[in-house]
């Protein structure tokens, strides 16, 4: 094996056992749709985000460990509904970002089970060495929405005059004691 190789990372995908509802969370890359993302992203609800040049795009997602929400209609369509992206080198550092579930789908806990298996993935039992999970929001109930589920304490504050919002920078150590 070279220095270089790195182990290929299983995908995985959750379904609710409770309700058959079409709607499932995969990390599976090839899932991924770049034109639903970059649609997502020139929409009002997400605040930090615009479109990027589909090459940029592709990088961002690519590069990245996403966990996309998907939804298949009675029809068999399939349509992505939200992501959340780690950046992330598998192994002691991530960075969450561009968490969203399309607003015709929110309510319905989506985006609490999205982060759920954000934090099972990323839980010191899967990933021993992981010292550090960051994030930047600007909403207080998702603030306290992370501090629940992750235990993350909040590290720094910047205001942002063009986004009209404070952001609030969260931090967690899931193997502090280590
Ligand atoms: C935040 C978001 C992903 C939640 O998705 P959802 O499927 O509607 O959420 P759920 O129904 O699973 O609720 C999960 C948690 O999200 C929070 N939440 C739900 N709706 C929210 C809203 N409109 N605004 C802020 N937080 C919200 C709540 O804290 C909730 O926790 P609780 O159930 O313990 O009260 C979704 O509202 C969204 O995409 N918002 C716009 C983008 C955004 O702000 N992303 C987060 C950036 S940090």
Redesign the pocket.
């Known amino acids: 094996m070279s220095s270089s190789h790195i182990p290929a990372i299983a995908s995985q995908t959750w379904r609710r056992t409770e309700a058959d509802d079409g709607f499932f969370i995969s990390t599976d890359p090839a899932l991924l749709s770049v034109a639903a993302v970059n649609e997502a992203f020139g929409r009002d ?4 985000a615009k479109p990027v040049p589909e090459k940029a795009m592709r990088q961002m997602l690519y590069g990245s460990r996403c966990f996309g929400a998907y939804y298949t209609d009675p029809n068999g369509v399939q349509q992505q509904i ?1 992501l959340a992206r780690m950046v992330t080198d598998n192994a002691t550092f991530a960075y969450l970002t561009d ?5 015709e ?11 759920e298996c954000v934090a099972e993935v990323f839980h010191p039992t899967n990933m021993p060495c992981l010292r550090r999970i960051m ?5 207080q ?2 603030q ?3 501090q ?1 589920i992750f235990g993350m304490k909040v590290v720094g504050h910047e205001v942002r005059e063009d986004m009209g919002k404070m952001l609030t920078f969260l931090c967690a150590r899931p193997n502090a004691q280590s």
């Open positions: 609800f997400l605040y930090w939200g968490v969203y579930v399309l607003p789908h929110q309510g319905r806990g989506l985006g609490r089970w999205l982060i994030l930047v929001t600007g909403d109930r998702m306290d929405f992370y629940r």
